[in-house]
Each structure stands twice: as structure tokens, then as C-alpha cells.
């Protein structure tokens, strides 16, 4: 009935996964060791942390292509503002505040332009890559840079109570991000704009601004 498909189609992947996870167990059973699992945590945790704010822009019904171009600015700004072997800069978490501005303005910029110059998202969000990966590319200058700040290296290489860092600050992002959908009014108009933006605009929502902030916040988890 039109129940079981519903509840097919909502728990279908989950299965799926599940299924595969018993069939890798059964084939290696060193699949369900700690020391994978926290591996696999690991590694997941930047791809979370990206799929949340994406979420948001295709919640919207918009396209984000900008991720590496932002994500490539936030790691050379980073890398060159705490303690590294290039550059005399120790801000410490100053430095890290900086790399989360920085593509959180990007991200700002990428909704002022899409909205209000009307530009399609997908081309908007495609030459801010280019600019983010030029720009980017441009500082680097083709020379390694090796981060040295304890605390930031710490982030992604030590471990809390045996569980990674990165995946401790993934779930923070996450439950924020699920927060943000499912309680803020922010949230509840993205769904309304994604569900039908004329919709949207007849009910009184202020369709450019809540399209700004998608933009900027998705900005902010690249």
C-alpha cells in the first residue's frame, strides 16, 4: 500500500546500508573494530560537515558549486595566519576565526549576487569557485605550507576519550545543523522556498533575504 511505500522510500537507504555493512562484516570481520570504526569516523567527518551545508542549499532548490573554491581559501588563510613554517603569523584562534569568515563571506556574496543580480545559482556558485580556487592557488604559490599551532593540527590528528576530534566537532555541526532546520524560522522558510518559491513570496516571506542567509550559512560549514 501507499504506507509501505513511503516507509520504503524513507528507510530504504538505511537498509541498504545496513545490508552492506553485515555483508563486509561476514567477507572481514575487522570491519566492526574500533580501530575502523574510528577510521571511517574519521574520514566521514569533513564530508558531513560539507553535506551540511549544502543540505540547505538544495533544501532551497538552488545549486552550490563553490565548495572547493571556498574550502580552498579557508585552508591557505588558515594555514598562513597560525603558527607554520612559512610565514611569522601566530594568531592562534584568531587565525581559524579568520578562515571561517572568510567563506562565510564568499558564501554571503554568492546570495547577493544570485538574488538580486538574478543570476542563476549554479553559475553564481561556479565562477565563485574559480575565484576561491584562483585566489587560493595564487597565495599558495606552489610552496608547502606546514601547520605547526597545536590546537589546530590537534583538531584534526588527536583524539578525545578515543574518539577523533574531527568527528567530535562533525557532531557538534550536525546536531547545530539539525537544529537550525527543524527550529529556527530560517529552516522553515527554506523548506517553503524549496517547496515553491512564488509560494512562498504570496505567503509574505522575503524570499531574496532567507536565500542570502542559505548562502551564508552554507558558506560558514565550507
Known amino acids: 500500500n501507499l504506507r509501505s511505500s513511503v516507509t520504503l522510500i524513507r528507510y530504504g537507504p538505511l537498509l541498504a546500508l545496513i545490508t552492506l ?13 574500533l580501530h575502523n570504526f574510528t577510521a571511517i ?18 533544501m532551497m532548490g538552488c545549486v552550490d558549486l563553490s ?6 581559501m579557508s585552508s591557505v588563510i588558515v594555514s598562513f595566519l ?23 563571506f564568499m558564501g554571503f556574496l554568492n546570495g547577493v549576487i544570485h538574488t538580486k543580480v538574478r543570476i542563476p545559482s549554479f553559475m553564481v556558485t561556479l565562477g565563485m569557485w574559480s575565484i576561491g580556487t584562483g585566489l587560493a592557488t595564487w597565495l599558495y604559490g606552489g610552496y608547502a605550507i606546514r601547520i605547526l599551532d597545536p590546537m589546530v593540527s590537534g583538531l584534526a590528528k588527536e583524539k ?3 574518539i577523533p ?5 562533525a557532531v557538534v555541526v550536525f546536531l547545530g545543523a539539525l537544529f537550525i ?3 529556527t524560522r ?26 542570502i542567509l542559505a548562502f551564508t550559512l552554507a558558506g560558514c560549514f565550507y
Not at 613554517?85 to 567563506?103: C, D, S, Y
Not at 530560517?186 to 536565500?211: C, V
Open 160 to 162: 578525545t576519550a578515543g
Open 21 to 33: 555493512g553485515i555483508a563486509i562484516t561476514i567477507l572481514n570481520p575487522r570491519f566492526l573494530s
Open 41 to 58: 569516523a574519521k574520514q566521514a567527518s569533513i564530508l558531513l560537515i560539507l553535506a551540511m551545508g549544502s543540505t540547505f542549499i538544495i
Open 186 to 211: 530560517l529552516g522553515r522558510y527554506i523548506y517553503a522556498i524549496g517547496g515553491g518559491e512564488d509560494l512562498a513570496k504570496l505567503s509574505g516571506i522575503p524570499i531574496d533575504w532567507y536565500k
Open 82 to 104: 597560525v603558527l607554520n613554517n612559512r610565514t611569522e603569523l601566530n594568531l592562534g584562534i584568531v587565525g581559524v576565526l579568520a578562515a571561517v569568515a572568510t567563506p562565510t
Open 181 to 183: 532546520e527543524k527550529f
Open 165 to 169: 576530534n574531527l568527528a567530535l566537532v
Open 67 to 72: 565548495i572547493e573554491g571556498l574550502m580552498a
